[in-house]
């Protein structure tokens, strides 16, 4: 068990689900990058960059995607909660997969050109 794995044990098994589903859209959208624990939080890494990163909290599943990821989506996230660099997916609806792995994309092809 890694320390993603542990991570994502530490919490109900609703949230459990909502997290494996985080890390997986994640996965598939950026399958060379590294995963970690940073800040406290699953962290994913690519080209040695930061990539994204994603947390649960009591009401919601924090996605970091850093400024610039959530500025291009920023309509479709606009009726999520959101701060700097972070939005919240609240835990009582399916995460938006698709959104999420969009995301990832973007961040994966600015990441290379940095």
Known sequence: MNEV???????????????SQMRNCIREAA?????SIAYGMP???LNKKPLVY???YARHIGF????????????????YKQGKGS????IDEPLPCDLIRRIVAFRVKENALK
């Open 5 to 19: 794995d542990k991570y994502i044990a530490g919490f109900p098994e609703n949230v459990q689900v909502l997290l």
């Open 31 to 35: 399958p060379e990058a590294v995963e």
């Open 43 to 45: 962290a994913y890494k």
């Open 54 to 56: 994603f947390a649960a």
């Open 64 to 79: 970091y995607a850093t400024p610039s990821g959530h500025r291009e989506f920023a309509s479709e996230l606009s009726v």
């Open 87 to 90: 939005v919240q997916f609240p």
